[in-house]
């Protein structure tokens, strides 16, 4: 990315006057410019000269403000040459969601600059625009042309995208593996806001490989620096921590946690995040068995999203709709649905498209069309096989009693097996996981 060309601040009170009037000027509001890791209420405390500002949230506001990190640092101008000029311009442009701009500035600055760093740069930006456009493949393929490049690339964006594209391709061990560099990177740093934010990342990972026990572990860690601290920071521990619980099947934590992520979040202005969390909500809801209030909160969620909603994220909130429809008899609704969560899904994670072809079946079940269930089964099963998850173990559970009760008992006796098998490990790794939230 850009070099760093500021090197100190020169007053809290300098800084404050010159980002009220650097965002005045631009026209946003404090919530509108807050991201994570700055919260309002921290661009309040700046604003009013009470806080002095780190030089990565300095460099951060600058790009999003359009303005130079030297002049909202100190004051003063710092002369860029051309193409850092350029590629800060087109960072923007990406920043802002101008994504054919900032394409086009990306594609012609490849052909303006020659130095590994720059064109590291440019490829990171480029993976971050396919990223915005859920084009997976691009995004990786960008992302690891730019640490090809520049090995010593330290663009915490970049690092959290290109993991999160390795999950969402299936690619769980390539995500969990970066994310345990950037966290090791980030402790070295002693950057704290890297280190919660790659240990969360790297908590989420490792809850879907039901490695319990260090996601457990990470978490406690993480929490001892948040608690008390920042309100987005707290809530994105508490939510990891109600995936945790979901997947020990413990209802009851899962949803504590997940209304304490919610209350927090409600406070601050990220309607995305606001709209996750009740998303989040919602999943532990339905696990409980309450159907309709998940169904108000996915309502609530979806409506939050608006525009900010990606096609993966529409699917993942479609999925937990279909299956509270599912729960609530509504199964025409739910397998029209579900089909269209799977197709959504396609070029997702395996076990996304796993759990929408597990509810299509459920409603296939439900509407009395059992050999469509079966189909729908074996192939939710074939997706759900890696990484070994709870969503393996109930689909292997439903699909071992349709087939018992189709008359087909040595097959349902192997289902059954394989099923309880998995929910031995599971209950092992639950096990050995030490209570968190």
Known sequence: MPRQITTHVDSAEGVGRRLREAREKAGVSQGAHSFEGCTTGYISRIEAGHRVPSL???????????????WLATGMETTEDGGAASLR???????????????????HLRGEVSSPKELGAIEAGLGQLAFCRDDVQSTIDHLERALELDPDLWDQAAHDTLGRAYFRSGETEAAIALFRRALTHAEGEHDPAARLRFAVLLANAL??????????ELLARVLEDVAGGDALALARVYWTQSRLHTQRREHEAAARCARRALGLIEA???????????????????????????????????????DQAGRHDRAQFHLETARALAMLGRSEEA???????????????????????????????????PERALELYE????????????????????????????????EAFAVYKKGATLQA???RSRRAGAPTG
């Open 425 to 427: 490990e599971l209950e």
């Open 268 to 306: 601050t202005e990220h309607t995305y995040f606001r709209a996750k969390a009740h998303h989040l909500l919602a999943f532990a809801e339905l696990d409980a068995g309450h159907a309709e209030a998940a169904m108000s909160l996915l309502e609530k969620g979806l409506a939050l999203l608006g």
């Open 89 to 107: 311009e087109a960072e923007l442009a990406l920043r802002l969601d101008q994504l054919d701009v900032a394409e086009e500035a990306f594609e």
């Open 56 to 70: 990565q949230v300095v460099r951060e506001l600058a790009a999003r403000l359009g303005v130079s990190e030297s």
């Open 207 to 216: 809850i879907d490989i039901a490695a319990f026990a260090e996601a457990s």
């Open 335 to 369: 397998a029209a649905l579900a089909m269209q969560t799977a197709a959504e899904f396609r070029t997702g994670h395996s076990a996304d498209a796993g759990r929408s072809y597990s509810a299509l079946a459920d409603s296939f079940d439900q509407q009395g069309e």
């Open 379 to 410: 192939l939710a099963l074939e997706l759900l096989e890696q990484p070994p998850s709870r969503y393996l173990a109930d689909a292997y559970a439903r699909y071992g009693a349709l087939l018992e009760r189709l008359g087909r008992r040595e």
